[in-house]
């Protein structure tokens, strides 16, 4: 299996504020890396396919970019509802799996 | 609208069998995977497999491989998630999903576009 590290584990960050979640793959799975978004008792939505092309509705202030094994989500000017953990996963290889999450909190 | 709707929590004993399932609508059914996720209380998110509703193509992580059965009724545009003994550490959250390919130089980039709203699952003697 691909293992997915995700750093930092969580992080506090202002409102307004920029914020730069890393994830690395135990190989290279070239641009086969999805971001997700999870607020407490509710399902993950797609942030990001692709490593860097937004999904539908997804504000611009979100940016995936990378390719290989090092990748970035960062978002820029972070609003109330950003506060919630992120996943990134690949889908290079079965089983897809995910990162362990970035729980992204209020400052 | 697509939308994928689960079967309600379900409190079970272990060594007790249960089938949870997802029913699409809003789209073709057929011609899109449906995966499922595990999450554990107070964890992160795991890939379990997928299932191809049009020919029950099924693919399983190894850590669910036997564990888990994943099987899909394309009359009623259901999938499936099957225990036939059930452990404490089944409880979780579980959710399914929709996998969408989007192609781009005619390379496909999959990814979990929809989600069900997730069945909780307590395995409690």
């Known amino acids: 299996d691909i293992q997915m590290t995700q750093s930092p584990s969580s992080l506090s960050a202002s409102v307004g504020g920029r914020v730069i979640i890393t994830c690395r793959a135990s190989?290279?799975?070239?641009?086969?890396l999805n971001w997700y978004v999870q607020k407490p008792g509710k399902a993950p939505k797609l942030l990001i396919y692709g490593a860097s092309s937004l999904h539908s509705g997804v504000p611009s202030r979100f940016r995936g970019s990378g390719s290989g094994t090092d990748f970035t989500l960062t978002i820029s000017s972070l609003q109330p509802q950003d506060f919630a953990t992120y996943y990134c996963q690949q889908s290079n290889s079965f089983p897809e799996t995910f990162g362990q999450g970035t729980k992204v909190e209020i400052k | 609208e697509v939308q994928l709707v689960q079967s309600g929590a379900e409190v079970k004993k272990p060594g007790e069998s249960l089938k949870i399932s997802c029913k699409g609508s809003g789209y073709s059914f057929i011609d899109y995977w449906i995966g499922w996720v595990r999450q554990m209380p107070g964890k992160g998110l795991e890939w379990m497999g997928i299932?191809?509703?049009?020919?029950?193509?099924?693919r399983y992580s190894p850590s669910f491989q036997g564990q888990v059965t994943i099987s899909a009724d394309k009359s009623i545009s259901t999938a499936y998630l099957e225990w036939s003994s059930l452990k404490a550490s089944d409880t979780a959250m579980y959710y399914c999903?929709?996998?969408?390919?989007?192609?781009?130089?005619?390379?496909?980039?999959?990814?979990?576009?929809?989600w069900g709203q997730g069945t909780l699952v307590t395995v409690s003697s």
């Open positions: 299932i191809y509703p049009g020919d029950s193509d099924t």
């Open positions: 190989q290279s799975i070239s641009g086969y």
């Open positions: 999903a929709r996998r969408t390919a989007r192609f781009y130089d005619s390379i496909g980039y999959y990814s979990f576009d929809y």
